[in-house]
């Protein structure tokens, strides 16, 4: 991988020369534990979005199905946002997914 700087937040290209973020949150937990799950895209659009970091999402296994719409809007960690509202954010503060 190859770095570049824009701005103040340094661009990172991959193995295919396409831009990746600069933090990248890994996850495989799928609906089944719904706080565990919605962690990530709570670290992603409050945490690093919030200050401008960019930031992507790798979603892993059971992960993946979180991005259904059906799935995601029954998706409700205990102590933090809907799932769907916090998709809503990372779509409105440009965060990206990998899958």
């Known amino acids: 991988m190859h770095g570049e700087r824009r701005g103040e937040t340094t661009c990172v290209k ?22 565990r799950a919605s962690i990530p895209f709570h670290i992603a659009v409050n945490g690093a979005a919030a200050v401008e970091q960019e930031c992507g999402i790798a979603l892993a296994g059971d992960a993946a199905d979180l991005l259904k ?13 809907a799932l769907a509202d916090l998709l809503a954010g990372c779509a409105q503060k440009r965060v990206r997914f990998y899958g």
Request: aromatic content about 0%; cysteine-free.
């Open 14 to 35: 991959g193995a295919e020369g396409m831009d990746m973020a600069t933090l990248l949150i890994v996850t495989s937990t799928g609906p089944r534990d719904p706080t």
């Open 69 to 81: 719409k059906e799935i995601a809007g029954g998706v409700r960690g205990v102590g933090l946002p």
